[in-house]
């Protein structure tokens, strides 16, 4: 098993970072559409018509957001997702953790900052 461990800083609220990450909504706006989310402890998700999906495995709201992630390239292998926000000086910083059968560590590093970080920023911070 390998580990991406990224931070970012997001210049909005912690309550709006949460939001981004749990709702459908939200994840539509950022570009992750068509989305479903129910942001509850066993709760499935879904993101890019089913391109991403899995299970809420734990939610601490505006603290932790854990997830099994499932894609599309081979859908019964799973990755464990773990996004920790920590509010500082009027910004929110999000720590990902990302653990699973990473086979482009550097491929996965650019995917999560083109298609999930940096659209979340673009529109949280406008």
Known sequence: MKEIRQTYEI???RSKVWWALTTAEAAE???AGPATMDAQRGGEFSYWDGDIHGINTRVEPESLLAQDWYGHDDPTQK???TF???EQSGATLVHLLYVGDIKDEQKDIKDW???YFTPIKELLEA
């Open 11 to 13: 210049k909005a609220p």
């Open 29 to 31: 706006q950022w570009g």
């Open 79 to 81: 990755f464990n997702v």
């Open 84 to 86: 920790t926000l920590e």
């Open 113 to 115: 900052q083109e298609y």
